[in-house]
């Protein structure tokens, strides 16, 4: 295992009526082999605000920046374990020796790059009220958000000949989620006799999703230092899109009986 190395700094407090806190991390991790090494940083931030005895505003917000780079080994011939386990010494005693590498060059397999970055984003805002005219009847309202884009891009250099590749190669997956949720319900305790209690909740919910990813390769480049799918002498290989949405909705009812608190 390779270096870790974690830093975080946060901050509260509390005014009486408002309290507050944001917090930073940052992780860093390098891995054993050429082209592994990991990066998350992320900011979170929490506010709540009592204005009354009767009614609670609060919000939460967090956003992560990852960049993970991994070496080739998703079961193709470009990976390291492949390349020293299935091509190790020959010890059955046949006459033929393999030899670690044999299948692809090891300066070739620690030259591809394959780098994944995500951006997220989740956060919510929440209100809560207790009725003063009613005692033990109580209204809640959320509504969240869960947004996220992931990239990963898998680079041939050019300068090197790949069996996937014609004069290097590049392939870019990208990916977006987009999900809201809201959330309302009521909610209402009392006595039914001496010791026994009960709390009847209704409510709705509400969930809207949505998937759009693309994928784009590109081959033949200029030289080695461009792999740019739209540089000039590039060509485009592969080209897919996909989008999806969908809702779903719901009312619900729940009922409680709590006898002396057990």
């Known amino acids: 295992r390779g270096p870790i190395s ?6 509260s407090g509390s005014s009486g009526v408002f309290n507050y806190y944001a917090g930073f991390e940052d992780r860093a991790e390098s891995g054993i082999l050429p082209q592994n090494d990991f990066r998350r940083q992320s900011v979170r931030l929490n506010l709540e605000a009592v204005t009354s005895k009767n009614f609670t505003l609060s919000g939460t917000a967090n956003y992560s920046y ?8 998703d079961n193709n011939i470009y990976g390291w374990i492949r390349n020293t386990f299935s091509f190790g010494p020959d010890t059955a005693g046949n006459s033929r020796s393999y030899g670690r590498f044999n299948g692809t060059d090891s300066l070739l397999i620690a030259s591809i790059e394959n780098k994944t970055i995500t951006n997220r984003l989740v956060g919510s805002l929440e209100a809560k ?5 009613l005692p033990g009847f109580s209204l809640r309202g959320l ?3 869960d947004f996220s884009n992931t990239r990963n891009s898998n680079v041939f250099p050019a300068q090197f000949s790949y069996a996937t590749a014609v004069r290097g190669r590049r392939d870019i997956y990208e990916e977006t989620r987009q999900r809201l949720n ?3 319900n ?3 305790t009392y006595d039914i006799i001496e010791g026994l209690n009960a709390t009847t909740l209704v409510g709705a919910q509400l969930f809207d999703t949505r998937l759009r990813w693309v994928t784009l390769s590109g081959q033949v480049f200029p030289t080695e230092v461009i792999s740019t799918i739209s540089s000039g002498d590039a060509t485009l290989v592969t080209v897919d899109e996909f989008f999806e949405n969908f809702r779903d909705a719901g009312v619900f009812l729940r009922h409680e009986m709590n006898y002396k608190q057990t």
Do not use: C, E
């Open 6 to 11: 974690q830093y975080s700094v946060n901050a």
């Open 66 to 73: 990852t960049q993970a780079t991994r070496p080739q080994n």
């Open 182 to 184: 809201f959330d309302l």
């Open 129 to 133: 009220y207790i009725a003063p005219f």
């Open 143 to 145: 509504a969240g958000f």
């Open 186 to 188: 009521a909610s209402y």
